[in-house]
């Protein structure tokens, strides 16, 4: 390395010179121990040892006026260099703390947030943003990675021996650090903005946090943090404006055997050598062999220095290339299908409101094909197709799911069910609407420029169809009317934290979306719904008719989940119950929850199964109709032998429901959209063996196994009413206007009184023996694992 050269009085001069004059004779005077004082010209040679430093290590640019140049020049553990430190920690906690923001919740295919389909001029901003970013930066971050990659071989400061080449190192790395991180946060801001404003603003706030280091220096020099840290700035402002051009004193003389290896310092101290030791006479010629290994000397490193300087150049249009092929594929990927799918919601639960298109009008044509039963990729069609049922909309409820190998209008669309005669939402360009439609629906009027529409929101650009307001819907029933359209995401991906997308009792499938459900309370099922917000149904279901009083009481049903592969069967997220009873029998009973309603409804055998006699048909089959093949609109549910009907409820159990009696004659009239209902006052109860409840069978009634029906193993458990009380759980008192004078009535054998009285001796006497027992028959295949061979609910009726 070369030798250290002298700068005499000139650091102090520089320093002064750029003092008030306020601050001149305190900076004198200062206990600092860092700097050296001087008084005037007549103590110069009294002086104390002048700085010196290695010139040949520091070129000009090296350092910049911040907080990082203290941090080179400063000791360790100085006030001026834990100030440093703070700031370095403050910048970076400020950007990285930004940057962890702008990355929360990454989603598939677009882990930073890219925003879809950005218009031009933000487009523009973008770019333009870009480009500045790296000019910015091209004499600060490209030059500070030179010095930090390339260091001086040694540096030496006789007045800060703190500034090492290993400081020299931390300083620029440091301030290299928090360039890269405001280029990294800046380019994040810039490609997730959507708003021209927005560009401009975030990039000016990340500059203005990358300048804090100059900021904080600035301060430093008038005092703000301390006396000490700002004789130290103004030292560093001073040391930064002396002039370092290289000079020949100190150096010595370099051989032509150094000079071809290019040691250049050691073949100036052999040249000088060589002058202090040679003749007067040849002397001369040592000189001229000096000044020529100086120029070779300054030669080389001039070109060296170039090269220095153009190599900030190109790193900053190679960072800047690379920034710009990053936002150019990001821009192309906007208008990419992937993107907007990461954005969506892969499954939305949607509820179309409480709308019917009364289809029997003679006005209105038959919308659908005479043939469409016969067709392809249906679901079991029973709906008169000639003469269809009311399109009861929320028929069409459920879980629809967006289908990227269908774009329309740059949106993708979303179904139902994969049947030709599904249920879709689309985007109408034409209108700037979602369009609700359905199938080979077709009813020959003219809506407008989007077609067969059936529901139509508001005007609107959104992209995705869960980000449409529920509210200014229209649904067609024969003419326009407002409705609201509820559209939930159903895509647990889509929620804060993936747990609580599943309600904290399942885990998010991070490949669809969907939920898997955790075991709920140790009882073997796991909870229900899409997002698992339901606990599991309970079983068995009973089913009564109490009317007016005891004498109208009959159970009606006794309803056992239908399953297959030990899975409930679900439909619209709610379990399908069978009614037990004879499995071969022309018609099967079915409770089940679809278009906002829980049905009990009978089905034909052959409809479940099909025509032909030889093929079994029993509860696997059941299954297989209800999980695969059935839709309560083209099955025609309604019509098809419904018997009682839930209120509307979004109840996953059809326990503690209103419940109401389609009439036999299915006289429509002007009743509603299900024609003549009366109140029969049916309820549901569902036992659910769990005797520790508090309160379960009241004040007169206690919880016991049920051994009515099969005294050696019993399967559930029953409230067993005490002191005349009686009901399913014992809720009615021996006065309660419904049982009194039950004994007496017309009819005091009736079944009411031997499912409660009987077994209490209450006064029925022998005369009922006969009929409660065969009562008790008619229940037993409910109440024990024998198949029935009959149903015991028209055996009561």
């Not at 003092?19 to 700097?35: C, T």
Request: charged residues 20%; glycine residues 6%; proline residues 5%.
């Amino acid at each position: 390395q070369s030798s250290p050269i002298t700068v005499e009085r000139s650091i102090y001069w520089a320093m002064m010179s750029r003092l008030d004059e306020n601050d001149e004779g305190r900076f004198l005077d200062s206990e600092q121990p860092n700097l050296r004082r001087y008084s005037d010209d007549k103590d110069a040679a009294a002086s104390p040892a002048p700085t010196t430093y290695n010139n040949t290590a520091i070129w000009d640019g090296a350092t910049e006026l911040d907080t990082y140049s203290l941090m080179f020049l400063a000791n360790f553990q100085s006030p001026s260099f834990l100030f440093s430190v703070m700031i370095f920690i403050l910048q970076m906690s400020m950007l990285l703390l930004t940057l962890i923001d702008q990355l929360r919740e990454p989603q598939p295919y677009n882990l930073l947030k890219i925003p879809i389909n950005n218009p031009p001029e933000v487009i523009v901003a973008q770019f333009i943003s870009l480009l500045v970013l790296v000019l910015l930066q091209e004499n600060t971050t490209f030059v500070t990675m030179v010095h930090a990659a390339l260091p001086p071989g040694t540096i030496q400061f006789v007045d800060y021996p703190g500034a090492t080449r290993r400081k020299w190192v931390l300083g620029n790395a440091c301030r290299l650090l928090v360039h890269l991180a405001s280029i990294l946060v800046s380019f994040v801001f810039i490609v997730q903005t959507n708003e021209v404003i927005d560009i401009f603003k975030d990039f000016a706030a990340i500059q203005f946090v990358t300048g804090l280091s100059q900021l904080a220096f600035f301060c430093a020099q008038y005092g703000v943090f301390g006396e000490t840290i700002k004789q130290d700035a103004r030292y560093t402002k001073a040391w930064k404006h002396i002039d370092n051009q290289e000079s020949l004193e100190g150096l010595h003389a370099l051989g032509e055997a150094q000079l071809a290896g290019e040691k250049f310092d050691k073949a100036l101290g052999t040249y000088q050598k060589a002058i202090r030791i040679a003749p007067e006479d040849q002397r001369r010629a040592c000189e001229h062999k000096l000044h020529e290994a100086q120029g070779q000397m300054t030669s080389e490193r001039n070109k060296k220095r170039r090269k220095k300087e153009r190599l900030p150049g190109v790193i900053a249009v190679l960072v800047l290339g690379v920034m710009l092929a990053g936002w150019a594929y990001l821009v192309a990927k906007q208008e990419t299908h992937k993107l907007l799918a990461s954005s969506a919601c892969q499954r939305i639960d949607v509820q179309l409101g409480f709308a019917v298109y009364d289809l029997s009008n003679p006005e209105v044509e038959s919308p659908f094909p005479t043939d469409l039963d016969k067709r392809m990729n249906t679901p079991s069609i029973f709906l008169n197709l000639t003469s269809p049922s009311a399109l009861y909309y929320p028929y069409f409820n459920g879980i629809y799911t967006s289908d990227w190998d269908n774009i329309k209008d740059e949106r993708p669309v979303y179904v139902e069910n994969n049947y030709v005669t599904a249920g879709m939402f689309s985007y109408c360009k034409e209108e700037m609407v979602w369009v609700f439609t359905i199938g080979e629906f077709n009813d020959r009027k003219r809506r407008g420029a989007c077609g067969q529409w059936l529901l139509r929101s508001a005007p609107t650009e959104e992209f995705l169809l869960e980000k449409v307001p529920s509210s200014e819907w229209t649904v067609w029933t024969g003419s326009a009317q407002p409705i609201s359209v509820d559209i939930k995401c159903a895509d647990c991906r889509k929620f804060a934290d993936k747990e609580s997308g599943c309600n904290f009792n399942g885990e998010c499938n991070e490949e669809d979306g969907t939920c898997k459900c955790n075991e709920f309370d140790r009882t073997g099922e796991a909870w229900f719904g899409e997002l698992c917000q339901a606990p599991p149904p309970c079983n068995p279901v009973d089913v009564f008719v109490h009317g007016e009083t005891s004498e109208d009481y009959r159970q009606v049903a006794h309803f056992m989940p239908l399953e297959t592969g030990g899975k409930r069967v679900v439909i619209d997220q709610r379990p399908v119950y069978w009614n037990k009873q004879n499995s071969n029998a022309t018609n099967q009973n079915f409770l089940l929850y679809t278009g906002s309603r829980w049905y009990q409804t009978d089905w034909n055998l052959m409809d479940l199964c099909g025509p032909d006699p030889s093929v079994a048909c029993g509860k696997p089959q059941f299954a297989n109709f209800f999980d695969n093949n059935f839709h309560a609109y083209w099955s025609d549910t309604r019509i098809n032998s419904t018997k009682y009907v839930s209120m509307e409820t979004s109840s996953f159990t059809p326990v503690g429901l209103n419940w109401l009696t389609l009439g036999q004659n299915r006289a429509q009239g002007d009743f509603g959209s299900f024609g003549y209902t009366f109140d029969e006052d049916v309820s549901a109860h569902c036992f659910k063996n769990d005797c520790k409840t508090p309160g379960l069978c009241g004040y007169n009634g206690e919880c016991v196994d049920d051994t009515r029906y099969n005294l050696a193993s019993p399967i559930r458990s029953r409230c067993k009413c005490n002191n005349g009380s009686s009901g399913y759980f014992c809720q009615f008192g021996p006065n309660h206007p419904y049982v009194t004078n039950q004994i007496v009535t017309s009819d005091p054998c009736n079944e009411f009184s031997c499912d409660y009285l009987y077994e209490q001796d209450q006064g029925l006497g022998a005369n009922c023996s006969s009929r409660c027992t065969k009562i008790k028959d008619f229940k037993a295949c409910w109440n024990s694992k024998a198949e029935c061979k009959f149903d015991p609910g028209d055996a009561l009726a």
